[in-house]
């Protein structure tokens, strides 16, 4: 489905287009339901001022809130606006995903298009387009083709979410040095500062928003700028030109989500996101494969080995065989290796101007590990750190994956670390050198120049330190997980290391944005120099199931496997890629339970983590199929588990199960547990 045709606006000294409320003298202008008639969004105008409002079963979810933006170089538009024209439609669809958390997934909304002009000066048109979900709704700007408007630098969008009861909220730090990967905090919604999406709240009424964005193209990632009580306001991640975005008419904004749900689970069953985003724009995508991969990773991190060159240089030809035999052996797909290439040796954060993407290291032979691989029925996993030389990786794009491609890797990690603020970025070779923020306009444009050269040579990306996910996953299924958030390094080194509560947190948070590359299964439970997990064992296997990404690595060390068989068989045997999924418990930073059906075939599998406190939870079977009987493999927290004191405390037990049953599951403090549904 096409959108009608987008407007235009020009630019002169600092323009403003700010549409308010005043309570007082404000008159409704157009109005929009859900399907099922729980949202209502309504549009106001006082005064040539806009402000829209969210209700939800008739009482006020977001209070008047206003939309507009800022402008460089061009005249102030403010107030004067007239209402013109309205539109509306309703749509309904089910499309496939070619992976994903479900097949199948419908796409009904309500839409509601409203064209504003000016009364005075230019006359300028602008669009906002409302669609009105059953759980939730988005809205965008759209600048039409209009000769008074052509180039549009954007300095601020002003748009506002006015949130009408007090809540709690669970968040992180947008703004500040280290991106994406913090802590997440909880606190009253009035006490939130400037915040990353997706953010979550919970109104003390029980009803659940995720504030985020969709379908986010050529345009700055947005914050959430806390102005005063609960009214959050978009504040756009900085560019280095004076504009935050800079576009030509006509063109859209991303749209802006709110995702809403009477619980908790609700929110992560939504994909509201995703039918936001075009659909698939690369044809046949067939070649993109979910699967599971070991690598040359972990060791790394424990300081084992080292992505340097030298003695204890990981990327060799003998370890990279070493990895791929036991890939092969134990049924993984892929092989990650990490410091393949040189650029590596000294002091490369930051600094990636000596990488090169086009050759290996001496001591790592690429053909002769992609011919051993193929005959082992293993793919290598490729790796392009930048170290933030942006600029300089995009030069070598294409010799890059074409190198790829000749040795059968069809998935890459990429990579981008540096302090946030620090991307760099030159235009012209030997040219000025600038500083892009990771989710500014020009990394938007970046990522998806990465995405689109990576298909045109069959290969799937997965970004670490990456732009936020916006569903972008639909138009382009080769990108296919990423980072974004702190992962299972963190246990490694960390700092404090991830405390139990986090899967639990990024569940609800984080992983609403889209899949996560948390890389998990470290089975030792120990980082480096034997920091301690905040983890039992059977955890690292409920993580397989409750933190989704279509890739997943079993990121712990082959010898470490060998020690831990019985938790291993789970890693084995549990799928990537799903035909359903169903959150059946869970509230953010305490506990999840969630369900997910094998694409492809009849098992079903089921992840349970909690937080520092240990639990039981129930578990209705209702998710099973009618008729059929299943064996329950369950692998749970042994008696006295404990993350602090007995963390390997672990059981494996199996008794048969069908639909109607309910099982207690038992968790142990920073425990979990891991059933597979065996269709008998």
Not at 377 to 382: D, F, T
Not at 509 to 538: C, E, I, W, Y
Request: net charge negative.
């Amino acid at each position: 489905m096409k959108p009608s045709r987008p407007f235009r606006l020009p630019v002169l000294a600092l323009l403003a287009l700010t549409f308010a409320y005043s309570p007082a003298m404000a008159a409704t202008v157009a109005s929009v339901e859900s399907p099922d008639k729980t949202l209502r969004v309504e549009l106001d105008l006082d005064d040539g001022r806009i402000g829209y409002r969210v209700l939800r079963e008739g009482k006020p979810l977001i209070n008047t809130s206003r939309l507009g933006f800022l402008f460089q170089n061009a005249e102030q538009l403010q107030r004067d606006l007239a209402f013109t024209s309205q539109a509306t439609r309703s749509f309904d669809e089910t499309w496939e995903q070619p992976w994903g958390e479900r097949r199948l997934t419908r796409n009904r909304y309500n839409e509601l298009r409203t064209r504003f002009t000016e009364k005075i000066n230019l006359k300028r048109d602008i669009d906002v387009v409302f669609r009105v979900f059953d759980d939730g709704i988005g809205f965008r700007y759209e600048f039409p083709d209009q000769p008074q408007f052509q180039d549009v630098r954007i300095t601020e969008e002003l748009t506002e979410f006015d949130v009408a009861r007090p809540a709690t909220a669970w968040w992180i730090p947008a703004g500040e040095w280290n991106r994406y990967e913090y802590l997440y905090n909880t606190t009253p919604l009035s006490e939130v500062g400037r915040a990353h999406t997706p953010m979550t709240i919970r109104t003390d009424d029980g009803v659940y928003v995720s504030f985020h964005e969709a379908a986010l193209v050529d345009y700055a990632g947005m914050w959430l700028q806390r102005v005063e009580g609960r009214r959050l306001k978009a504040q756009l991640s900085p560019g280095s030109e004076g504009w935050k975005v800079r576009r030509t008419a006509p063109f859209h904004t991303p749209w802006r989500t709110l995702t809403i749900s009477n619980r908790a689970g609700g929110l992560v069953e939504s994909s509201l996101i995703l039918n936001l985003n075009e659909p698939n724009a690369l044809g046949d995508v067939s070649w993109v494969e979910p699967h599971k991969y070991l690598g040359i990773w972990w060791s790394l991190h424990l300081e084992t080995q080292s992505w340097a060159s030298g003695d204890k240089h990981g990327a060799t030809t003998a370890e990279t065989k070493r990895y791929i035999d036991f890939a092969a052996k134990h049924g993984f797909r892929g092989v990650l290796v990490e410091g393949w290439n040189p650029g590596w040796d000294g002091q490369w954060f930051a600094n990636g101007w000596g990488f090169d993407f086009t050759k290996a290291t001496p001591d790592f032979d690429i053909e002769e590990l992609g011919r051993y691989a193929k005959d082992r029925g293993v793919h290598l996993i490729g790796h392009h750190e930048t170290g933030c030389a942006v600029s300089h990786y995009e030069r070598q794009l294409s010799d890059a994956f074409a190198l790829y491609a000749r040795n059968g890797v069809d998935a890459v990690k990429t990579g981008y670390v540096c302090d946030a603020g620090q991307i760099e970025r030159q235009d012209v070779a030997d040219g000025p050198v600038l500083r892009e923020w990771h989710d500014g306009q020009w990394m938007s444009n970046h990522h998806l120049r990465v995405v689109k050269e990576a298909a045109k040579h069959r290969i799937a990306i997965n970004a670490h330190e990456p732009i936020k996910d916006t569903g972008l996953r639909r138009t382009y299924p080769n990108w296919v997980s990423r980072e974004g958030a702190r992962g299972m390094e963190y246990n490694a080194w960390g700092n404090p290391g991830n405390p139990p509560e986090h899967e639990t947190m990024l569940v609800f948070t984080r992983l609403l944005a889209g899949p996560m590359d948390f890389t998990p299964g470290v089975v030792s439970l120990k980082g480096r120099n034997g920091q301690v997990f905040h983890s039992t064992l059977a955890k690292q296997l409920a993580q397989y199931v409750v933190l989704y990404s279509p890739i997943q690595m079993a990121a712990d060390l082959p010898e470490h496997y060998e020690q831990y068989p019985d938790a291993f068989h789970f890693i084995k045997d549990v799928p990537v890629d799903w035909e359903d999924t169903r959150v059946i418990n869970g509230e953010p930073a305490d506990f999840v339970t969630i369900a997910r059906k094998q694409r492809g075939g009849d098992d079903w599998f089921v992840g349970a983590v909690t937080d520092e406190q240990a639990r039981t939870l129930s578990l209705p079977l209702d998710f099973l199929d009618a008729g059929r009987r299943y064996e329950a493999q369950i692998y749970r927290d042994g008696e006295g588990a404990d993350w602090k004191t007995n963390p390997h405390a672990f059981t494996v037990e199996k008794k048969q199960v069908r639909r109607g049953d309910t099982l207690s599951l038992w968790l142990a403090p920073g425990g979990g547990q891991a059933i597979r549904f065996r269709a008998l």
